[in-house]
Each structure stands twice: as C-alpha cells, then as structure tokens.
C-alpha cells in the first residue's frame, strides 16, 4: 500500500513539475503569413549574368568588400554610399586602381541610403552599416526591386527579423547574411566531413565569438558598437559562431531550433574599458563580460554558444562537433577525433594507433581535409587565398554571393539563416531578463522546417 502511495505522488509530482517547466516556458509570438504568400526555401531567382552592386557602408567592412568585388568577373560596381564623401571617395579609388569605372556616390546624411535602393540599375545592395541600420535598408532594398546581401548580425530585434522574412516571400528577393565563417576552409572541410557521415550522427555542436575588443572600439563610427553593449543584455553577436553549428545540424532543412537558455556574467571589463578612456562611470552597462546560451533542437541535438568581446582570452569561434562517431574542433588547435574503424585504408597509415581519445595524427589530419576538401573550396581555394579577407573566406562568400545570382541559382544562405543566426540577441536578452528562463524559438519557415532534408550548395 505504501508503495503505491509513493509511486502515486511521486507521479504526481513529476506531471506536476511538466507542468511547472512547460508553463516557465517564455513564448514568442509568430506572425500570420499573409495570404498567398508562400516561403522562399531554396529560392531560384531569375539569372543575372552582370550583376550591379551598390554599397551601403563604407567604414570598417565595406571597403574590403568592394576590393573583393573588384575580382570576380560579371561584376559591376555602380554606387558607393556613406555618412562622409571621405569613405565614398576612397572606395572610389579602390575601384579605378583596379581598372573599373567610378562609382556614383551618395553621403552626408544618414538618409542617404534611401536614393541608392531606389536606383534603378541596381541589382544587388551590400550592407555593411552600423548594426542599426541593416534591417531597415535591407526590408526597403527589396521593396525597391533589390537582392540584398547583409553584414552580420542582419536584424536586432524580433521585429526587423520578421518584417525581413515577410519581405522577402513578398518580393521574392534575395536576403542573405553576410556570415563569412561558415567559409573558412577548415569549416566547409568539416562541413563535407559531417555530411558524408564521417563523424556518425551528429548530437552536439559548439560555437562562439571570443575577441577582445579594446583595440577596436574606437574604430567604429560615434561608437555605435560599444553604446550597443551599454544598453543591452546578451549575446549580440551571435551568427560566426550559431552558422557553421546550424549548417551542420541542418537547422531548417530537417531539424528546427526549439528553445534557449542564456546565462552571463557580471559586467566588469568594458565599463572598466570606459573609466580608463574617458573617466566616465557607466554604472547600468547591461551586457555582461561572458555570456553562455545552450539550445535544444526538436531532433534532441543541442548547441552551445558563448559571446565575450572583454576577457584577456586567445581569439576562439570554438567551433565544435560531436558525433556518435567522431569530433571536430577548430580551436585552439585544428584536429579531429576518430574511431580508427572509421577511416578508410587511404587516410589511415597506422590505424591500429587511433581511437577517439586523442586527436588523430598530423598526416592523418591532413589526408582527411584533402580527402574531404569542400566542392566549393577545390576551384577556387588558391584564388581567395590571394585576394584574402580572413584568409579568403570573405571572399569565397562574395564570389558564391555572385555566382549563384548569375547563374540563378538558390544562395548557400537563406533568410531563415539569417533569422536563426541573428535571433540570439534579443531571445537571449529576455532569457537573462528573466533570470534564465528557457525561451521559445520560433520556427521562421512556419512550417516548412522538415521540406528539405539537409543543406545543400547550388553547383
């Protein structure tokens, strides 16, 4: 009788406690697609064999990206936009040293922008402003007729993220974010290495964006970046480490994202920053110096994410994968962890030494990422290597960027991309606002989550 009992209360409490759990739950709210619009998965748009790109924001990134620009053949360069004529005219400059035509300029305002989406010549708008202004010129770019492509993270608030997403199955235009990590070499190899099965099924996955700052912080233009950490919480820097974790997982494309939670720590060093430059005492500054956000998807995966742009610590996106089979880790050192089984005779030279204890040997290493070199990196590795722009990965995403619009073929990242990626600021925001409390996140697709099986580059 007694047992019963206590398998009776001990039932009770645990639909009790699911109960409690469900209910802490934060909800965010999905917006109704409009009637007759439909998603833009695997989005095909016409070919535009000469594509005309305007840059919007030419201060820390744009420029590098008009350079890159200047050597990927069908690519015309027809308007260059900032606050100053300083900027506009240096790229200008980049642009004749490189034997193109000059571009016409627009400045002086920060409303400039708005004649260079109404051009009507324009094929493409490159965003590389202030955070706060992305969304905003990417949602009227569209509306103008444009391709827009992004600088990370794409949107802020849940709001710009969905009036993207809208705008974009309206218009049937292209958004993409411009995140450069999910193309460096050692990502897209590992990338090719997950997909062919090489690490098993894959449960767990790690990124961040850890870089001390204090050398750049008065870099940036009326020092948008640092007033933006002043008066917010969490991590607002998300998507170099949320993109090559959601690619592996296959993050809409056969699994979705279900929840986060978010936890950080105090913030001491940039207010500490601040004193010693300015002598100002910011007393409310609201991001702490490490945040750390853990994410559980509907197939039972998860993925960690830490932000940390204060902290004494070695440059890190961490980038991390586990399997049932193997590992991959990026950083501090490059290596992979394998089951010697799991390696076939031409990448194995002393297998009966390997197992997933330890990461494999150097020339093991080396085989693998010959073996499994990524598809987009074997023509065009050398290439962007030389043009450079983060060791090149900037420019494998400009020329990808490029040659899927002219060929009309579906962009390697979507809007949704851009909505899971960026998401974490605000989400991870109400999460620490109220004292970690698990928080919905929204399936951007509205249910087109499952349609594609996993992720797949246009060829």
């Not at 998300?238 to 974790?245: E, L, N, V």
Request: aromatic residues 8%; glycine residues 8%.
């Amino acid at each position: 009788m007694k047992t019963s009992n206590l398998k009776f209360i001990l039932a009770a409490c645990i639909m009790l406690w699911g109960t409690f759990a469900s209910a802490q739950m934060i909800k965010t709210k999905t917006p109704a697609r409009a009637k007759g619009q439909t998603d833009v998965l695997r989005l095909a748009a016409p070919a535009i064999p000469t594509v005309r790109v305007a840059f919007i924001g030419l201060g820390m990134r744009g420029p590098g990206a008009v350079e890159r620009m200047t050597h990927i053949p069908g690519v015309e360069i027809v308007a260059l936009c900032d606050m100053t004529q300083e900027n506009t005219a240096k790229s200008n400059e980049i642009l004749t040293k490189a034997g193109f035509p000059k571009a016409q300029e627009f400045y002086g305002d920060e409303n400039a922008w708005r004649k260079v989406t109404a051009l009507p010549n324009v094929d493409l708008v490159y965003v590389a402003t202030d955070w706060l202004h992305h969304a905003s010129i990417g949602v009227q770019a569209m509306k103008d007729g444009k391709h827009v492509a992004i600088e990370v993270p794409g949107a802020l608030t849940m709001k710009e993220i969905w009036e993207l997403i809208d705008t974009s199955e309206k218009t049937r235009k292209h958004c993409m974010q411009l995140e450069n990590c999910v193309y460096d070499f050692f990502e897209l190899t590992t990338l090719n290495m997950a997909q062919q099965g090489v690490f098993g099924e894959i449960l767990h996955a790690e990124g961040s964006y850890i870089h001390g700052l204090q050398p750049f912080w008065g870099e940036y233009w009326n020092n948008w970046r640092m007033d933006y950490n002043i008066k917010h919480r969490g991590d607002v820097y998300a998507t170099h480490g949320m993109g090559p974790a959601c690619q592996a997982l296959n993050i809409h494309r056969g699994d979705k994202m279900n929840f986060l939670v978010s936890m950080d720590t105090k913030a001491v060093g940039n207010p500490a920053y601040i004193k010693e430059k300015s002598g100002k005492e910011i007393k409310d500054f609201r991001n702490g110096d490490h945040t750390m956000t853990m994410i559980r998807t509907e197939n039972g995966k998860t993925i960690h994410i830490q932000h940390d742009v204060t902290s004494p610590r070695p440059y890190s996106r961490m980038y991390q994968l586990s399997g049932t089979k193997g590992f991959a880790n990026k950083y501090p050192l490059e290596g992979y962890a394998l089951n010697g089984k799991e390696l076939s005779d031409d990448v194995k030279p002393n297998h009966e030494k390997l197992n997933a204890h330890s990461f494999v040997p150097e020339e093991v290493k080396k085989a693998l990422m010959e073996k499994y070199k990524h598809p987009i990196a074997k023509g065009i590795e050398e290439q962007a290597k030389k043009v450079g722009g983060h060791g090149g990965m900037d420019f494998i995403m400009d020329y990808r960027l490029i040659y899927c619009l002219q060929k009309g073929l579906p962009l390697d990242m979507d809007v949704y991309d851009l909505a899971e990626w960026s998401c974490l600021g605000p989400l991870t925001e109400i999460s620490l606002d109220n004292n970690s409390a698990p928080v919905e996140i929204p399936d951007f697709t509205r249910g087109g989550w499952n349609k594609l099986k996993k992720l797949e580059f246009s060829e």
